[in-house]
C-alpha cells in the first residue's frame, strides 16, 4: 500500500492530537509485515504507530488550512444548534464528533459542552471529554496559526464567552 502521508507530515491522529510524522517502517506484528506511521505527537513525548493501511479508518488527516481555523473560531461563537438533554446520548453524540477528528466537529463540541455547562454542571465525564476537546482545538489552532498554546486557549475563550450563547 501507498502511504498518503510523508516524513515530516504534519498531522492530525483523533482523540489524540497533532503530531509529525517522523518515519514510516515496515514491522513485523503476529507474522505480517505492515507499513507504519510513526507520529511524535506535540502534546507530549509521545509517539504512536498507525498501520498505513488503516489511516483513514482511524481518522488519520493532515492539520487544517488558516481558512478552517477562522471557519471553527466563527463556529464557537455562533448560536448554539441542539443539545440532548439526556447526558448519556449528550456524551455519545459528542464521543462519536470528537472521534471523527474534523476540528469543526471537535469546535462543536466544545461549544455545546461550554454551553451545557453553563446551564448545568457538566458529569464527570463530559467534562474530561470537555476538557480533551478543548485541549485538541488549542493545539491544533496553535499550531496553524504559529502561536503559543496560551494564545491559541485565549482566542477560543474569548469566542466562547462573547457568543450568541451568553447574549440570551
Avoid at 498518503?4 to 517522523?22: A, N, T
Amino acid at each position: 500500500m501507498v502511504a498518503m502521508y510523508e516524513v515530516g507530515s504534519k498531522v492530525v491522529y483523533p482523540l489524540h492530537g497533532v503530531g509529525i510524522i517522523s518515519s514510516i517502517e515496515e514491522k513485523t506484528v503476529l507474522g505480517k509485515t505492515h507499513s507504519y506511521y510513526i507520529i511524535k505527537l506535540g502534546i507530549s513525548d509521545m509517539t504512536v504507530m498507525i498501520p498505513v493501511e488503516k489511516s483513514d479508518e482511524l481518522g488519520l488527516r493532515h492539520i487544517v488550512s488558516s481558512k478552517d481555523v477562522k471557519d471553527a473560531l466563527k463556529l464557537i461563537k455562533g448560536e448554539i444548534t441542539h443539545i440532548e438533554e439526556d447526558w448519556k446520548e449528550r456524551y455519545q453524540n459528542n464521543f462519536e464528533k470528537m472521534k471523527k477528528g474534523s476540528l469543526l466537529d471537535v469546535a462543536e463540541v466544545v461549544k455545546n459542552l461550554y454551553h451545557r455547562n453553563q446551564i448545568k454542571e457538566l458529569s464527570i465525564m463530559e467534562k474530561k471529554l470537555y476538557e480533551n476537546a478543548f485541549r485538541l482545538l488549542v493545539d491544533e489552532i496553535a499550531f496553524v496559526l504559529n502561536i503559543e498554546k496560551e494564545q491559541a486557549k485565549a482566542l477560543i475563550a474569548e469566542r466562547l464567552e462573547n457568543s450568541n450563547l451568553n447574549q440570551q
